[in-house]
Structure formats: structure tokens, C-alpha cells
């Protein structure tokens, strides 16, 4: 059977991308703007042998597969072959189709940008300190350069806030930053802990923008190191601060405000309570709380995929709750939520603009980490944009207070964060 009829039977004989494969079968739409090649039979045997996503992904990270064309566009218009779901009778027939069991004689290693549990790096108890340190130095410690190239001068890795449609990322990393102080209330002279704190975006925004003396904590020795050169290149040594440390061996307390942007997606669930009391127990009455992380749209879908994509490849360990479960333990923990927001969309934007970066660097981020990388955070990042879009990830910033004996919150009546500032041009 041709490789064609093959890829017309799980994505459909009207697929709108453009199919070619070493057999010399074709198939979907001539001229698309999305081209999708399968270059050798390793390629079909990595189908075989991981029949859907996985098997694709891993094709296309070993450079077995090819897509051409925008991969954000390849996905939108796949979305049937990526949400194929096959049974046991659907394998069977389409391992006939790919060539018979033949294929699963010898078994494809996958590409070594896979992290599989119990070998190359990541073993130990879940969540312990020294297995949250080689899943963190996975996905961080690719390259400061490759980072610089994706992500922009801002060096923020996190979900950007757009406070216009047209600003750029530049604008709209600042502008978050900024909208993260100002629901902390930060002002002159208090001090700020930042728990995963990437390159020191926060900190040294805290810092510079509203006198705070800031410390943040990054489980990242590259991260660590770029952001603690940066503070001292912007002269701001005498406030603000980057250690390599585990947010839970932060020895200081009495913190006037504890910002998490992005830790809480790699905490665990099991370990959720103790992470939100550790951070209660950080703060002086009346302190705050901004969490902002990645979540699911609901509490019906598990916490973690272990044979997907993103676990295998991106953020080994990584767990996603519901927003409504993380407010619940912010609230058995102590804390009393006072504001919450959902910034999918930005999130997509965000993407976009990092995926953009990507593309404008490519030759150099496959000369800076490997084309098997460079692979893995093209796919990943497009996917996650198409995520957002479709409201099956989302990102949530929750706001709360650490009340005083009294219970009073030391709150204004209303919002004052959404204030106009010069961030915002």
C-alpha cells in the first residue's frame, strides 16, 4: 500500500497540507503552503511502532519527516491525524499498511532528546530535589544563546501580557512584569522573593522600577548565572539578587510579596499543599501572593501524560491542575484569593512571537543546539500556541493575601493594578 493511502486514511482524503514520500506517493493538496515529507522508512517504523503523535514526533525530531511551511499552520491544519485516537483492530490495520510486523522486529530508539524515567537522566522519587533538578536542567540548560535568539532581549520565558493588540513582545513582557508588581502593591524598600525565577526578568524589574529589594531562585545554573551578570551589568547589585537554589531551601523570611511566574506547573500535585504553605510561611501578614502558571481548563483530565509529547520531551515531571483546584489549595493553605485572570490568549500571542524568533534564527539555533533540538522546541512551541487557542491549556494568574491575625487583608476595595502607566504605550 502506498505510503499516501496511508496518510489520506487517518487524516482524510481532503487533508489541506501537501504529502510526498520516498515511495514517490502523494497525496492531500498540490501547492499547499504546508508540505509534509517522509524521507526514509525509519520514519514508518517510528509510526509503527508508536502508532499517532508520538510516533509522528518522533519521526519528525530524527529528521525522518519533514514539514515545510509554517508549523503553527501544519498543526491547524492536521488537527484530525493529532487527534486520532486508534484501537487495537485500527493498529493492526494500519501496521498492514505501513508494511506488516515486520517493522516491529527491531525496535527504532527513539531520538536522544527523549527523556524516558529509569534511564539516561531523570530517576530517582518524583519531585524529590535532585529529580526536580535534572527535569529543570533538561529544558533550561539548553543554551543561554538559543534562549537569547527565541525569546528576545526581555529573556522572559513566561506568558507575556499584551496591553494592546498591536504592542510587540518587548512591550508586552514589560507590561506584565509591571501588572505583577503592581497587584503585589510593590512599593520602595520592601523585599520581594521570586521562586523560579528564570533569567531574573522579575527581579530586576522589581528592582529597578520600584526600589524593592528583590532575590530570586532558579533551580537553572545557566539561568542563574545570565541573570546574575545582567543585574550586575545593570547596576542593580545593591537590590536585586539570583541564586541557584530550590525555592524550598530559601532560608530567609518576612517577604512583603512572593511572585511565582511558571514554577507551579513543575512542582507535582501531591506536593501543591506543602509548596503553597511553604510560600504562606514566607510572608508577613498582610503579604502577597501572585501565582501565574499553565493549567487545564478543568479538574475531569489527569494532571500529567507520561507517554506525550511534552513529558517525553520538553518538561519531563511537568503537572497541570484546574484553576479551580489550585484557588481551592491556595485557600485551605491560608491564603485568601482576592483576584484571578485567565491569559490564555496572550499566551498564544506570546508563542507566536517566540515562534517567529525561531524561524528568523534558525540556522543558528541548529547550529547552536543540534537540529534534533531546535526540532523539539519548534513542534512544542507551535503545538502549545495551537493549545491556548483551542482552550486546552490555559494560564491563570491567582492573587492572594496572607491576612493578618485580625483578618484584615491590608487590600484596596477595588483593583487598582489596571491603572494606566507608561508601560502600557
Not at 508563542?351 to 541548529?366: I, T
Amino acid at each position: 500500500m502506498a505510503l499516501a493511502e496511508v496518510f489520506e486514511s487517518f487524516a482524510g482524503p481532503d487533508a489541506p497540507v501537501e504529502f510526498t514520500a520516498y515511495d514517490g506517493s502523494h497525496a492531500g493538496t498540490p501547492g499547499s503552503p504546508v508540505r509534509i515529507t517522509v524521507r526514509s522508512p525509519v520514519a514508518v517504523a517510528y509510526l509503527a511502532q508508536a502508532p499517532g503523535a508520538l510516533g509522528l514526533a518522533r519521526a519528525y525530531v530524527a529528521g525522518h519527516l519533514d514539514v515545510e511551511g509554517d508549523m503553527y499552520e501544519a498543526l491547524s491544519r492536521m488537527t484530525k491525524a493529532q487527534s486520532i485516537s486508534l484501537g487495537g483492530t485500527e493498529k493492526l490495520r494500519l501496521l498492514h499498511d505501513l508494511g506488516g510486523p515486520k517493522l516491529l522486529i527491531h525496535r527504532m530508539p527513539p531520538p536522544p532528546q527523549e527523556v524516558r524515567q529509569h534511564r539516561r537522566r531523570l530517576s530517582g522519587r518524583l519531585h524529590s530535589k535532585r529529580r526536580d533538578a535534572r527535569a529543570i536542567s533538561h529544558h533550561y540548560d539548553v543554551s543561554n544563546r538559543f534562549y537569547e535568539w527565541v525569546l528576545g532581549p526581555s529573556m522572559a520565558y513566561t506568558c507575556a501580557c499584551y496591553p494592546h493588540e498591536d504592542a510587540t513582545l518587548e512591550q508586552a513582557q514589560a507590561y506584565k512584569h509591571d501588572l505583577v508588581a503592581r497587584k503585589l502593591g510593590l512599593t520602595e524598600g520592601m523585599r520581594l522573593l521570586d521562586v523560579g525565577c528564570g533569567w531574573g526578568g522579575m527581579v530586576r524589574h522589581a528592582a529597578r522600577e520600584y526600589g524593592v529589594k528583590a532575590l530570586g531562585v532558579t533551580l537553572s545554573a545557566q539561568q542563574a548565572a545570565w541573570a546574575q551578570a545582567a543585574i550586575e551589568r545593570e547596576g542593580l547589585a545593591s537590590l536585586a539578587e539570583v541564586r541557584h537554589l530550590d525555592y524550598r531551601d530559601v532560608p530567609e523570611a518576612g517577604f512583603d510579596a512572593v511572585s511565582s511566574i511558571g514554577l507551579t506547573e513543575h512542582i507535582g500535585k501531591q506536593n501543591l499543599p506543602d509548596y503553597f504553605s511553604f510560600l504562606l510561611g514566607k510572608l508577613k501578614a498582610g503579604g502577597r501572593l501572585l501565582n501565574h502558571c499553565i493549567t487545564r481548563p478543568d479538574n475531569t483530565e489527569p494532571a500529567i501524560r507520561r507517554g506525550g509529547f511534552i513529558n517525553r520531551y520538553v518538561f519531563p515531571d511537568g503537572e497541570l491542575e484546574g484553576p479551580g483546584y489550585l484557588i481551592s489549595l491556595m485557600h485551605d493553605t491560608g491564603f485568601e484569593v482576592r483576584h484571578e485572570e485567565n491569559l490564555r490568549e496572550h499566551y498564544a500571542k506570546t508563542l507566536a512571537a517566540w515562534c517567529a524568533n525561531l524561524d528568523a534564527h534558525w540556522p543558528e539555533a541548529v547550529g547552536e543546539v543540534g537540529p534534533g533540538t531546535a526540532r523539539v522546541w519548534r513542534l512544542y512551541m507551535a503545538g502549545s500556541r495551537l493549545g491556548f487557542d483551542r482552550n486546552h491549556i490555559e494560564l491563570h494568574q491567582m492573587l492572594g493575601v496572607r491576612l493578618a491575625p485580625d483578618g484584615m487583608s491590608g487590600m484596596p476595595l477595588r483593583p487598582d493594578w489596571d491603572r494606566p502607566g507608561i508601560l502600557a504605550g
